[in-house]
C-alpha cells in the first residue's frame, strides 16, 4: 500500500484507531513533523505530554542516515523516531499513506524501517516554457514530498520565458516574461514570479523535506534574457524577440565582461532567495556559431588562449561554475556527448541523452544525477493511446520503462556507481500548457521515479497494485487569480 517501497515493513495484526480522542507527543525537534502530521490527518489532534502517538529526534539511531526513520504502530499507540528532521518526516508521510488507505480512520499495525537507497530524489519542472502559478507549484511539492521525493528543480530561464525577478534588470520578467505566441497560434503567454512567492515556496518546501534547486540556462537558452538585454547577446544592435517556437536556438550568450557582471547580479538573487546548496546553470544545447562570427568572441576566445570559439562553451561554464564555487555552491550542469566541454570535478552532472554520458563523467570524477530521457523524460507520451495529449516528440516512456530505470547500473564499476547522487524525473512544458496537463504526465509516472529513487528491492507487479490505491491528496485547484 505505500509509495515508495519501505526497506523493511511488517505488517501485525490490528489496528491504532484515529479520532478526536488521539493525542500526539512531539519531543524537541518534533515539532515540524507533528505540525505537518496534523494537517494531513485533517484531525485537530492536541499535542500533550502523554500522548500516545510519539514522534521523537533520536540523534544516537544508528542505520538510518539522513533521512531514514523507524516506525511502530501498535494498538495502543505509536512511535515515530528518526536521527535526523528529515527523517521524520519521510516517516510523517508513510503515516499519511497509510491514514488515507484507510480513509483517514485508524492505522494498521506495523513494523517499518526505512531509508532511502538515493540522497536525491527529484523532479524538474519546466516553468520557462509555460509558467505554472506558485499555488500549484505548493501543491506539486506537497504530492511530491508525499512520494518521499527531495528536490524540485525549477527550470526558471529558457529562450521562451524568464521567471525570475532580478533587481536592477526589470526588463527581465517584463520583456523576458511574455511571447506573443507559440508557433504562430496567436495566443500571447506570460508569467513571472515575485520574491516573496518564491521564498515561500523554499520555506514550504523544507517543512517537507524538499530543496527547491533553481536553473538559470547558459549560455545556450537565453534568448528570453536577450529579448530583454540585447547587449548580453553577440550581435550589437539586434533587437529579439522572446522565441515563439521550441527547439535548439542560435541566439547565445556572449562573452564578454557585462555578461558576467549580470550573471554574477542574477546568481546574487539566486543565491539569496534559494539555499539549495545545489543551482543548475544548463549548459546544454548551445550553439557555436554566433562565437565563430562575432569578432569579440573570437577575440576573447583567442586571448583565453583556446584552440578556437567552440571552446567557449566550457569556458563560459567554468566561469560561469566558479561564481557559483566561490559561493560555496555546487554548479550542475546537464551532460551531452562524451566530446562535451570538461568541466572541472566540482561540477555535478546530469546526463540526459544516455546514461554512458553519466559512466564517462562519473569515471571523470564528477558526481551525478541520473537524468537519461528514456526512462525519466516524462514529456514523451507515456503511451501510444491516441487520447494521449500530443506529446514533444515520437516514442513513449511507459510507467515500466520508468519503473525500469536504474540510477547506478549493474555493469558500472563501483567506484563510477559510487559517484550517482540519484535520480530525478524531468517535466518539459513544451506540451503542457496547463496545469492539468502538467499533472497527467507527472502522475503516477512520478511516483515510479519515486520508487526507483528511494527502493532497496523493486517489483513492477506489486508497484501497480499499490499505484492502483486511491491518491493520497486531490491534487491542485487554481486560485480565482490563477485561473486563466
Ligand atoms: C535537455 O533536455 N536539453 C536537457
Not at 529562450?159 to 500571447?188: C, F, H, I, K, S
Not at 512520478?446 to 491528496?473: M, Y
Request: aromatic share 8%.
Amino acid at each position: 500500500m505505500l509509495i515508495p517501497r519501505p526497506h523493511r515493513l511488517v505488517r501485525l495484526p490490528g489496528r491504532f484507531p484515529l479520532g478526536p480522542g488521539t493525542a500526539l507527543r512531539a519531543g524537541d525537534g518534533a515539532q515540524r513533523a507533528a505540525a505537518l502530521l496534523r494537517g494531513y490527518l485533517g484531525l485537530d489532534l492536541p499535542v500533550t505530554p502523554d500522548g500516545t502517538f510519539v514522534l521523537a529526534l533520536d540523534p544516537a539511531l544508528r542505520g538510518l542516515g539522513e533521512e531514514g526513520y523507524g516506525l511502530t504502530v501498535g494498538r495502543d499507540g505509536v512511535l515515530l523516531r528518526a536521527p535526523r528532521p528529515a527523517g521524520l518526516l519521510h516517516g510523517v508521510q508513510t503515516l499519511r499513506q497509510l491514514a488515507a488507505a484507510a480513509g483517514g480512520e485508524s492505522l494498521p499495525c506495523v513494523q517499518v524501517s526505512d531509508r532511502p537507497r538515493f540522497g536525491w530524489r527529484g523532479v524538474l519542472l519546466d516553468v520557462a516554457r509555460h509558467f505554472l502559478p506558485v499555488g500549484y507549484l505548493r501543491d506539486f511539492v506537497d504530492r511530491c514530498a508525499g512520494y518521499k521525493l527531495n528536490v524540485l528543480h525549477l527550470h526558471l530561464t529558457d529562450d521562451q520565458g524568464w521567471r525570475l525577478p532580478v533587481a536592477g534588470y526589470p526588463l527581465l520578467t517584463e520583456v523576458g516574461g511574455r511571447r506573443r505566441q507559440t508557433a504562430g497560434d496567436g495566443v500571447p503567454h506570460g508569467g513571472s514570479y515575485r520574491a516573496a512567492e518564491l521564498r515561500s515556496l523554499v520555506a514550504y518546501a523544507a517543512e517537507r523535506g524538499v530543496t527547491v534547486m533553481p536553473e538559470i540556462e547558459l549560455p545556450g537558452h537565453a534568448r528570453a534574457a536577450l529579448a530583454a538585454y540585447p547587449h548580453l547577446g553577440n550581435v550589437p544592435g539586434r533587437r529579439l524577440e522572446v522565441w515563439e517556437r521550441w527547439g535548439v536556438c542560435e541566439s547565445v550568450f556572449g562573452v564578454h565582461d557585462e555578461v558576467f557582471d549580470f550573471l554574477r547580479t542574477v546568481f546574487g538573487t539566486v543565491l539569496d532567495l534559494f539555499d539549495s546548496p545545489y543551482v543548475h546553470i544548463g549548459g546544454d544545447e548551445c550553439p557555436t556559431a554566433e562565437w565563430e562570427t562575432a569578432p569579440a568572441a573570437r577575440a576573447r576566445a583567442r586571448a583565453a588562449g583556446l584552440a578556437g570559439p567552440r571552446d567557449l562553451h566550457g569556458w563560459f561554464l567554468r566561469r560561469a561554475g566558479r561564481l557559483l564555487l566561490d559561493h560555496g555552491r555546487v554548479p550542475v550542469c546537464w551532460a551531452e556527448a562524451g566530446a562535451a566541454p570538461l568541466l572541472p570535478r566540482e561540477f555535478t552532472v546530469m546526463p540526459w541523452r544516455d546514461a554512458a554520458h553519466g559512466l564517462a563523467a562519473a569515471r571523470r570524477g564528477h558526481d551525478v544525477v541520473m537524468t537519461p530521457h528514456r526512462s525519466t523524460y516524462l514529456d514523451y507520451p507515456q503511451s501510444d493511446d491516441p487520447a494521449e495529449p500530443p506529446g514533444q516528440q515520437p516514442g513513449t516512456v511507459t510507467l515500466a520503462d520508468v519503473y525500469a530505470g536504474e540510477p547506478a547500473p549493474a555493469d558500472w564499476e563501483p567506484a563510477a556507481a559510487a559517484r550517482v547522487l540519484g535520480t530525478q524525473a524531468q517535466l518539459w512544458t513544451e506540451y503542457a500548457p496547463t496545469p492539468a496537463h502538467v499533472d497527467h504526465l507527472a502522475f503516477p509516472r512520478l511516483a515510479a521515479l519515486a520508487e526507483t529513487a528511494w527502493s532497496h528491492e523493486r517489483d513492477l507487479a506489486d508497484f501497480r497494485r499499490r499505484a492502483a490505491a486511491p491518491v493520497t491528496t486531490p491534487g491542485y485547484t487554481p486560485t480565482k487569480e490563477e485561473r486563466p
